[in-house]
C-alpha cells in the first residue's frame, strides 16, 4: 500500500484504499487487512480509518461484517444510477433457476461505429461472445458482447463455455465506468430465434460501454424477452 503524503486524514486513507480496489490489487471477496494494521500503516488513529472504511461501505465498495473482518464487495462497482446486478444473481433473485448457454465466441471485427465510438482505429479485432441466459430453461435474456483482448487477458472459449462473460470480468477486470443506453427495438433475426419470439416484436435492449479507469472493456448489448421488468431507485 501507498502512504498519503501528509497528514494521513480519512479521505486520503479512502483514496488509497478505493485505488486498491479499483486497480485490482484487492479483488472481489478479498479480505483486506485489520483496521488497527491500517492504523499503523498510515499512522493514524483506528478511529480515522473506521472512517474511511465505513464511507467505503456505504458505498458499496466494502462488506463489513461484525468479528468476520472486512471484505471487498463481490460486486464492488455496480453503485450507478441504475443498478446492474449479475444476470445469473438477477434470474435467481426474482425466483426463477438461472441457466446459461454459450451460442458463440470468436475474434472479430465489430460495426466501425462500435471501435470509434471507444477511440479505437475502425479495424480493431474484438472478443464478440454471443450467449443465452435462460429462467427455468425458458429463453430469457439474450447477450451480445464485444470485449478487448488486450483488457481481458487469460479469457478464452474454454472458459465461456463455463463461465458467463459477467461473472469472470468481475472477478478479473470490474469495470470502473459505464455508460448505459435503454430501448425499445426489434431484435436481430438470430437474437429472435434464440429467445423464441417473431423477428417483429419488439424486445428490450440495454447497451452498455465500460472502462476500467481510462481503458476501455467493450460493449455489452443485452436483449430482453418481452415481458421483461426493469427496476432501480434514486
Known amino acids: 500500500m501507498t502512504t498519503p503524503t501528509g497528514k494521513a486524514d480519512w479521505k486520503a486513507i479512502r483514496g488509497d484504499l478505493l485505488g486498491r480496489i479499483q486497480s485490482g490489487i484487492w479483488k472481489p471477496g478479498d479480505q483486506i487487512p485489520r483496521e488497527v494494521e491500517l492504523a499503523e500503516h498510515y ?3 483506528r478511529s480515522t480509518v473506521g472512517r474511511a472504511l465505513r464511507d467505503l461501505a456505504t458505498a458499496g465498495f466494502l462488506d463489513r461484517k461484525r468479528k468476520g473482518g472486512t471484505t471487498v464487495s463481490a460486486n464492488p462497482v455496480r453503485k450507478a444510477p441504475l443498478d446492474v446486478p449479475i444476470i445469473a444473481e438477477a434470474i435467481r433473485k426474482a425466483g426463477h433457476v438461472p441457466g446459461y448457454r454459450l451460442l458463440n465466441a470468436d475474434r472479430l471485427r465489430p460495426n466501425p461505429d462500435l471501435s470509434v465510438a471507444l477511440g479505437l482505429a475502425a479495424d480493431t479485432v474484438f472478443w464478440f461472445i454471443a450467449a443465452l441466459h435462460l429462467a427455468d430453461d425458458t429463453p430469457h435474456q439474450v447477450e451480445y458482447r464485444w470485449l478487448l ?8 472459449r474454454d472458459i465461456l463455455e463455463k463461465t458467463p462473460a459477467d461473472e469472470w470480468l468481475l472477478r478479473n477486470v470490474p469495470l470502473t465506468r ?18 423464441q419470439v417473431d423477428a417483429a416484436t419488439p424486445t428490450l435492449l440495454i447497451t452498455r460501454t465500460s472502462w476500467r479507469q481510462a481503458r476501455p472493456i467493450g460493449v455489452l448489448h443485452l ?7 426493469l427496476m432501480t431507485g434514486i
Not at 149 to 156: C, I, M, Q, R, W
Not at 178 to 195: F, R, W
Not at 223 to 229: L, V
Open 149 to 156: 483482448p488486450a483488457t481481458v487477458k487469460g479469457l478464452s
Open 43 to 45: 499512522g493514524c488513529t
Open 178 to 195: 459505464a455508460q448505459i443506453a435503454i430501448e425499445a427495438t426489434t431484435p436481430p433475426a438470430q437474437v429472435a430465434d434464440a429467445l
Open 223 to 229: 436483449y430482453h424477452a418481452p415481458g421483461h421488468r
